[in-house]
């Protein structure tokens, strides 16, 4: 079965730190894109972070404090959240990004469906 199943939430104080980890199974991660997106109560899901090769996207709220990585052999995919505020708080999901004709980015399906996601929560 081909998926990814994310891990690692949990309850940390405003500016802790959190490592997520995204690891697939039943197909390799190497050449594709692979991110993570979170979606908060109420909210739509957002892209967060994806890793590309050697290259990595972060949106501007999470840009500087959160690193994404990759380790093709492990097959998997790590999000370090550091400084972490009340706002990042979210379920988070990793999948396959896509590039849509526009330049913006979708999720794509070579990896399943969404996972049931893991739970972030900061505390202020």
């Known amino acids: 079965q081909v998926q990814l199943v994310e891990s690692g939430g949990g309850l940390v104080q405003a500016g802790g730190s959190l490592r997520l980890t995204c690891a697939a199974s039943?197909?390799?991660?190497?050449?594709?894109?692979i991110g993570w997106f979170r979606q908060a109560p109420g909210k739509q899901r957002d892209l967060v972070a994806f890793?590309?090769?050697?290259?990595?996207y972060y949106s501007d709220s999470v840009k500087g404090r959160f690193t994404i990585s990759r380790d093709n052999a492990k097959n998997t995919v790590d999000l370090q959240m550091n400084s972490l505020k009340p706002e990042d708080a979210a379920v988070y999901y990793c999948?396959?990004?896509?590039?849509?004709?526009?330049?913006?980015?979708?999720?794509?399906?070579?990896?399943?469906?969404w996972g049931q996601g893991t739970q972030v929560t900061v505390s202020s």
């Open positions: 039943g197909r390799r991660i190497s050449g594709y894109r």
């Open positions: 890793t590309s090769g050697g290259n990595s």
């Open positions: 999948a396959q990004v896509v590039r849509r004709a526009d330049g913006g980015y979708d999720v794509g399906s070579d990896f399943g469906p």
